[in-house]
């Protein structure tokens, strides 16, 4: 599938979704304004469920008319949908505005910023505001295998004190590479 019939299966699923959820009996029907042949190109990705003979005699006999086809989302149908909402763009994220700061993280650091971010609600320290969604919002450079997000200064600390509890858990060369690339380095009060 090319970038276009992507974007045109994303759409039709988007629209599927959006009648599916105003149906009254949960089915896109053939006169939803549906085209059939998307319908069943989703099917044959299995993005779509048609209804069998039955269920479109059922259909027919509760609207008083001939059902020819009636599908509704997959549970892969939905999470395409969903993932396709919340992945990072291609083309890297965009700068949020003149708070925010361009970082670029080695793998290693974003797995330990993934891990930081996920204990969140655990930690005593917890990340800085929405520094989740920029670790979500994140792309990789394919070139340099670097991980690019934009953060404010203030996720820019909860950084350093990710990298820094990973370092005294037993590496320091993440915490080290960001304090020499971005200038930033927590250090414990004592």
Excluded: C
Excluded at 19 to 31: F, I, N
Excluded at 98 to 117: A, F, G, H, I
Aim: aromatic share 6%; no cysteine; proline share 5%.
């Amino acid at each position: 599938m090319g970038a276009v019939e992507q974007a045109a299966a994303l759409e039709l699923l988007g629209v599927v979704e959006e009648r599916q959820e105003t149906a009254e009996h949960g089915w896109v029907q053939d006169l939803d304004g549906v085209p059939r042949e998307g319908v069943l190109k989703a099917a044959a990705f299995g993005l779509v469920e048609l209804a069998k003979r039955d269920e479109r005699a059922e259909l027919s006999a509760r609207v008083g008319r001939p059902v020819r086809w009636a599908a509704r989302l997959t549970g892969q149908g939905r999470d395409l949908l969903l993932y396709a909402r919340f992945q990072p763009s291609a083309g890297g994220p965009a700068a949020p505005g003149p708070e925010y700061r361009l970082v670029e993280l080695m793998p290693s650091q974003m797995d330990v910023l993934r891990v930081v971010t996920g204990l969140a609600d655990r930690l005593q320290v917890p990340p800085a505001p929405d520094l989740d969604e920029q670790v979500r919002a994140a792309v990789q450079d394919r070139v340099s295998g670097r991980w690019k997000l934009y953060l404010t200064e203030e996720q820019m600390a909860s950084v350093a004190y990710g990298l820094w509890l990973h370092k005294m858990a037993g590496s320091a060369a993440e915490a080290n590479r960001f304090s020499r690339d971005q200038g930033i380095a927590y250090t414990s009060a004592t």
